[in-house]
């Protein structure tokens, strides 16, 4: 006689191997350092992405743009336009979570 597997049965064999995968990953990811924004090039190029819809073409008075690590331990970049010499205004800024490319705070100054 054939035996069928019930729904029961099959989630109790597969739910522990889709657990350890996912822990598997989720270590894998903090034990490398895992970053969607690893360097200032990639920081640069996700904050025009954002700013150009919002700000137009008038954040390009502000280039070259600058990014940096908010502070030591931080997984914040901070990326933001430098205002030329004699030039009244602000600059485009930007704050981009490193781990998951969220956009923490985005502003121009006036």
């Known amino acids: 006689m054939k035996k069928s597997l019930n729904f029961k ?10 657990y350890l995968a996912c822990t598997t990953v989720r270590n894998m ?3 490398n350092n ?4 690893p360097n ?14 919002i700000y137009g073409s008038k954040i390009e008075n502000s280039k070259p743009y600058k990014a940096h690590i ?7 970049w901070i990326v933001e336009g430098i205002l030329p010499k004699g030039m009244k205004g602000g600059v485009p800024y930007i704050e ?4 998951d490319c969220k956009i923490l705070t985005v502003s121009h100054g006036k």
């Open 34 to 37: 895992f970053s969607y924004v």
């Open 9 to 18: 049965s099959v989630l109790i064999f597969i739910l522990p191997f889709v």
């Open 29 to 31: 990811k903090s034990e």
């Open 70 to 76: 908010k502070d030591k331990d931080s997984l914040v």
């Open 40 to 53: 200032e090039e990639t920081a640069i190029k996700i904050a025009e992405a954002i700013w150009y819809p």
């Open 96 to 99: 981009i979570n490193r781990s």
